[in-house]
């Protein structure tokens, strides 16, 4: 058996086990999605709902006051946020917020991979929702941002097991980068898959997390393909990942069926590296 299969066994019988604690989804999100679909909604019933949990109305402000957003006076209350903001964009900022809070580690060889796979999820996240909204889709806007956020979750799963290994095993022993890497790129799909389920969220975001990387293409699934298009974009730039600038997210098939061109994907490039505070190569 290779190191690699053996890493992968005891990955899934960690998953499999009563004794692990999996990461929390804030039933919040899924009620903030609910009332974002709702015409009605106001204001106020959005701020009593991202009120329930203190910890999220904390990196809620947190990130409304990041450079992107931030005005000249600090936004200090959620109701100032969504006055200043707009309700999508603090339902965004929400979402974002309540997976920031799980990409912690206390094993400190994996604080760059945790950091890495939070960039490309909070990347992909904002670049979705700014993809369904210029290719005709902002009804799907919304779905697209969470979709975008959660689809690599299974990363985020296969680092908190590999602390879990790590930490139990009181060793100094320290994985290879290429071993790391592997298992990631192999396992991602179906564990992100698994602990959506388990979260028990709508069909749409774990297909997502399971598809979107199969070599067919269904033409028809709008989500999975701005999924998928992102996930060339951030490896075109390099977020959460080794660039590679010769890959050319506008000749794929995702862009065709999508519709979207190569300057409206450099458009998203100037977004992104803008919203990041990336630095252009």
């Keep these: ?23 929390v989804f804030n039933r919040v999100v899924l009620e903030l999605q609910r009332l974002m679909n709702d015409p009605d909604v106001g204001t106020r019933q959005l701020e009593a709902v991202i009120a329930k949990d203190p910890a999220l109305v904390a990196q809620v402000l947190r990130l409304a006051n990041s450079s992107r957003y931030a005005g000249l006076n600090k936004i200090a209350t959620v109701d100032q946020a969504l006055l200043r903001l707009g309700t999508q964009q603090v339902c965004r900022l929400a979402l974002a917020a309540s997976q920031l809070s799980l990409y912690k580690t206390k094993y400190l060889p994996l604080e760059s991979y945790m950091a890495d796979s939070w960039n490309r999820a909070y990347a992909s996240a904002i670049g979705a929702g700014w993809i369904a909204e210029r290719t005709g889709h902002a009804g799907m806007a919304q779905a697209a941002f969470l979709a975008g956020l959660l689809h690599d979750v299974g990363n985020l799963l296969i680092l908190m097991v590999l602390e879990d ?117």
């Excluded at 058996?1 to 990461?23: F, G, V």
Aim: glycine share 4%; proline share 4%; aromatic share 4%.
């Design 1 to 23: 058996m290779t190191e690699q299969d053996s890493l992968r066994s005891q990955i899934s019988a960690r998953i499999n086990s009563a004794s692990l604690q999996l990461p």
């Design 165 to 281: 290994i790590e930490m139990k095993a009181g060793t100094n022993r320290q994985f290879s980068a290429s071993l790391i890497n592997d298992i990631l790129n192999s396992l991602h799909c179906e564990c992100g898959y698994m602990l959506m389920q388990r979260w028990n969220l709508p069909e749409i975001y774990c297909n997502a997390a399971r598809d979107h990387h199969l070599q067919a293409l269904d033409a028809r699934d709008d989500l999975i393909m701005v999924v998928r298009l992102m996930d060339m974009v951030c490896l075109r730039m390099g977020i959460g990942c080794t660039a590679d600038p010769a890959l050319l997210p506008a000749a794929s098939p995702e862009a065709e069926n999508l519709g979207i061109s190569e300057i409206t994907l450099a458009e998203l490039e100037v977004f992104l590296e803008e919203s990041l505070g990336l630095t252009p190569t």
